[in-house]
């Protein structure tokens, strides 16, 4: 048994806009030595495999070196370590990134990933106040790029923002529970909502502590804030993201009020449903391998055609908003593995 890829490269996605001035370094994957356990953060561009004696394809193409793609990145729960090559499982929730990993039919999938693919992340909680009124707290989990000069970029809604962050808060794996993400689906009309408070302009300066940067959010990523902290000349503007919080100083003349009515939408409904269509089918449950390694089990029925391989499709989900562009590789069930046949809706069986 082989596991087969056909792969589409997956488009730049919503990840902090870095400063072209910033000096940053490259970020380091995992030491050989470092122990892993707990959740790890996997580059969106790694290597990834099901099958230990095929070389791991990339799932997508960052259009920048991983240094000025702060955040791209997606969380994965450590299953086993074996010296370079780490055993994940996709995380179900985001955690504290902008996308999650999803595969088709497989329950609980299991990757193989290289500790150089692993990107560094706060391991320890980190707080901080100055005395200009600014201030930030980063959360375990929140993905990190280190800066040349010292300290690191963290994401915080939106925006790339340089953090004296010691490396002792810093490394590649962390625990920490997160809940499930829920899609809530709403059917019919959706109701209108204005959204009002004030924004950021874009390629202004802002200041956290002794560190100033450039806002650099674009289109609808822009922080938004209900109020702000005017002080003359200077005005205190709050950030806040899933894993980090901080407020940081700019211009008065650089915060504008901003009013937001989005279009009336109809309800979103996903799922999938039955297609009706007889023939033989694996059964919900069964083990499927690539080559000699269990994968996972198939979260239902699935129809096969002379064979026991079923496609899975692999893609990032970008605040639950799915690429268009996957990867696509090929499972299977041991051979001798029995098969339900279903007869189809509709279908008639004509008498010799």
Request: with cysteine; hydrophobic share 40%; aromatic share 6%.
């Given at each position: ?18 400063a072209a001035a910033e000096d940053l370094r490259d970020p380091p994957g995992a030491d050989a030595k470092a ?59 985001e955690e504290c990134t902008e996308a999650k990993l999803l595969i088709t039919t497989l329950q609980q999938p ?22 200009d009124g600014t201030e930030v707290t980063l959360e375990v989990g929140l993905p990190v790029v280190p800066r ?205």
């Open positions: 048994m082989r596991a087969a890829w056909t792969v589409a490269w997956v488009v730049a996605s919503w990840v902090p806009a870095v122990p892993l356990a707990g959740t790890v953060l996997v580059w969106r561009d790694a290597a990834v495999s099901f099958d230990p004696e095929q070389p791991g394809v990339k799932l997508a193409t960052l259009d920048r070196p991983r240094k000025d793609k702060l955040g791209a990145v997606v969380a994965m729960r450590v299953v086993s370590v074996r010296g370079d090559v780490i055993e994940v499982e996709p995380s179900t929730s299991r990757l193989l990933v290289s500790r150089a693919d692993l990107a560094p992340v706060v391991t320890k909680r980190f707080a901080t106040k100055f005395g040349a000069t010292g300290g690191y970029l963290v994401p915080i809604d939106g925006e790339a923002v340089p953090v004296d962050l010691p490396a002792s808060h810093v490394g590649h794996a962390y625990r920490r529970t997160f809940p499930k993400t829920v899609l809530e689906v709403v059917h019919g009309k959706q109701p209108v909502v204005t959204i009002e408070g004030f924004r950021m302009d874009e390629k202004v300066t802002a200041k956290l502590g002794a560190h100033s940067f450039a806002t650099t959010s674009r289109g609808l990523t822009f922080p938004i804030a209900s109020k702000v902290d005017r002080k003359g000349d200077t005005a205190l503007f709050p950030l806040r993201s899933r894993c980090a919080r901080a407020t940081v100083a700019l211009a008065s003349n650089n915060i504008n009020a901003f009013t937001l009515k989005p279009p009336s939408l109809p309800g979103l409904v996903m799922g999938r449903g039955g297609s009706g269509r007889g023939g033989d089918y694996l059964r919900r449950g069964t083990p499927m391998f690539a080559g000699k390694r269990k994968v996972g089990t198939l979260a239902e029925e699935e129809p096969v055609k002379q064979t026991t391989c079923v496609a899975l499709f692999i893609y990032f989900e970008l605040q639950y908003i799915p690429n268009p562009s996957t990867a696509k590789v090929e499972v299977c069930a041991p051979a001798s593995t029995k098969l339900v046949h279903r007869e189809g809706l509709g279908e008639l069986k004509l008498k010799p």
